[in-house]
Each structure stands twice: as structure tokens, then as C-alpha cells.
């Protein structure tokens, strides 16, 4: 079971959260809402600390009220992480492998780009350090020396 100490208590969603939750729920193929509920809440309370500025608010307006609560009540860390250290960090909050981390962080973000369109994706991996666009299913691309 998946969880970290850090995100808030749940309680009883609206509809908008609810079908939040199918997606990721189909996404993840988890067995039930209550594990696409746990990589939700790990995964958004871990973007909490890695996004700042107009972004982490575009992006609060865009997700359901439960997500939004979730993602901004993190404090951004000052230095944000990579793509893959935040998996690692994730991973290491929860005690989860780090594949599972990765499956979960995918699922949970298939929904985010859903609700928040591409271009605010667009601006958000801009803002955040490399190895997040794969985690968000986008290639990423860098230029040659």
C-alpha cells in the first residue's frame, strides 16, 4: 500500500475528482479507486514541490478542487528535481519499487495533461528540470553540441 505521511486526509469527492479517479484508475489498470486515490495524492503532493509560479497556479485552477487541494498544500522545495529523482523520491517516501513509482507517476500525469491541456504542459515542463516530459508521455528532445 502506497502512501506518504505528507499528503492530506481525504474526504468525500465530487464528481469532478471522482471521474479524476476512473481515469486513473483505467490508466494505472489499478484494482480499485481507493489505489488510483493513494497514486494520485502521492504523485500531485510530489509535483507540489517541484512546481512554482503561474504554472503550479494554472494548473491548481485546472484540476479538480480534491487534486488542486492536494497539489499546492506542498511547499516547492528550492531546488527541484529531475524526472527521475523525483520518482526516486517518491519511491523512497513510500518505500514502493521504483517501478512502481514510474507506472504510478504516468498514470497520474495522463490525467493531469487531460485536465490541463497541452499547452499548460508545454509551460510546465519548460519550467521544471529535465526528464519530465517522458513521464508525461512526451518525447524529449535535446539539441546537439
Do not use: N
Not at 484508475?25 to 502521492?42: F, I
Request: net charge negative; charged share 20%.
Amino acid at each position: 500500500m502506497i502512501s506518504d505521511r505528507h499528503a492530506p486526509s481525504r474526504q468525500p469527492y465530487g464528481t469532478a475528482y471522482e471521474q479524476m479517479l476512473e481515469k486513473v484508475r483505467y490508466e494505472g489498470a489499478y484494482p480499485t479507486r481507493e489505489r488510483a486515490d493513494e497514486a494520485v495524492c502521492l504523485v500531485l503532493a510530489g509535483l507540489g514541490r517541484q512546481l512554482t509560479g503561474d504554472e503550479r497556479v494554472d494548473l491548481a485552477r485546472c484540476l479538480p478542487p480534491e487534486a488542486a487541494r492536494v497539489l499546492t498544500a506542498q511547499i516547492p522545495d528550492p531546488q527541484p528535481l529531475t524526472g527521475w529523482a523525483f520518482v526516486k523520491d517518491l519511491a523512497a517516501r513510500t518505500g514502493a519499487s521504483l517501478a512502481t513509482t514510474r507506472w504510478d507517476t504516468g498514470s497520474v500525469f495522463c490525467a493531469v495533461a487531460a485536465y490541463a491541456g497541452a499547452d499548460l504542459i508545454t509551460r510546465i515542463l519548460h519550467e521544471l528540470p529535465t526528464g519530465y516530459g517522458l513521464l508525461f508521455g512526451r518525447a524529449e528532445l535535446t539539441q546537439a553540441a
